[in-house]
């Protein structure tokens, strides 16, 4: 089930959103769930512990919205780079990558978040997190398969799920990898070692091209 704030919650400005969201995932990551505390995300937060409890109905939920906003953030970011409209599952990769691996350099803690959340770290917790993640991410990925059938660079001989169970398959081993690479590189990598992580994001492409690809 997709977690969702109370409507105080979304009444909130984005900038106080965000606010209390950094907070929040920053003491799951450094604690864990059990022993991270309300009270500590609420100072960290600059607002009144009880004002958590008027936003969220228990920690449990917190965590999970925390976990989807992470990941929104990443998406809402990326959109506006080169907008999803704009994108077919090509473009989504190689349109500003540089900017891309900036992005991950910018927010060190939550890519270290998300992939604690997918390799498994939260325990049960991490297990429904994850469905949600997958939830999200297929949407997204599913509407840049339409958009490549509505541009022409993706084959329409094969449905959308057909299609996306390919694409997952290539691009999941490969985005962990280039991830890996970029936290052993402190996020902050050379140009060498940012081009060692393109041209992994170029082969990627290139076998997603070799299957999707209108012939």
């Known amino acids: 089930m997709k977690a969702l704030p109370k409507r105080t919650f979304n009444r909130l400005?984005?900038?106080k959103k965000e606010r209390i969201m950094r907070a929040?995932?920053?003491?799951?990551?450094s604690c864990g769930f059990e022993r991270a505390k309300i009270g500590n995300i609420a100072q960290n937060a600059g607002v009144a512990k009880g004002s958590i409890y008027q936003y969220?109905?228990?920690?449990?939920?917190?965590?999970l919205y925390s976990v989807t906003?992470?990941?929104?953030?990443?998406?809402?970011?990326?959109?506006r780079q080169t907008p999803l409209k704009d994108m077919d599952v090509y473009d989504y990769f190689l349109s500003g990558s540089r900017?891309?691996?900036e992005l991950i350099k910018r927010e060190p803690l939550l890519v270290s978040f998300s992939m604690d959340i997918f390799t498994g770290k939260f325990g049960n917790l991490a297990q429904e997190a994850n469905k949600e993640l997958y939830r999200i991410g297929e949407e997204y990925e599913l509407r840049l398969i339409e958009n490549g059938k509505i541009k022409g660079t993706i084959r329409?001989?094969?449905?959308?799920?057909?299609?996306?169970?390919?694409?997952?398959?290539v691009t999941?081993?490969?985005?962990?990898?280039?991830?890996?690479?970029?936290?052993?590189?402190?996020?902050?990598?050379?140009?060498?070692?940012?081009?060692?992580?393109?041209?992994?994001?170029?082969?990627m492409v290139t076998l997603l091209k070799q299957g999707m690809e209108v012939i």
């Open 24 to 29: 929040t995932i920053e003491e799951f990551q």
């Open 69 to 79: 906003w992470s990941l929104e953030y990443f998406m809402k970011v990326i959109d």
């Open 99 to 101: 900017e891309r691996f």
């Open 156 to 169: 329409n001989d094969i449905d959308n799920k057909t299609l996306l169970l390919f694409f997952q398959g």
């Open 56 to 63: 969220f109905d228990d920690k449990k939920e917190l965590f």
């Open 13 to 15: 400005d984005d900038e």
């Open 172 to 203: 999941e081993k490969f985005s962990v990898e280039i991830i890996a690479k970029a936290k052993s590189f402190n996020y902050d990598p050379t140009d060498e070692q940012y081009c060692e992580m393109e041209n992994l994001l170029k082969s």
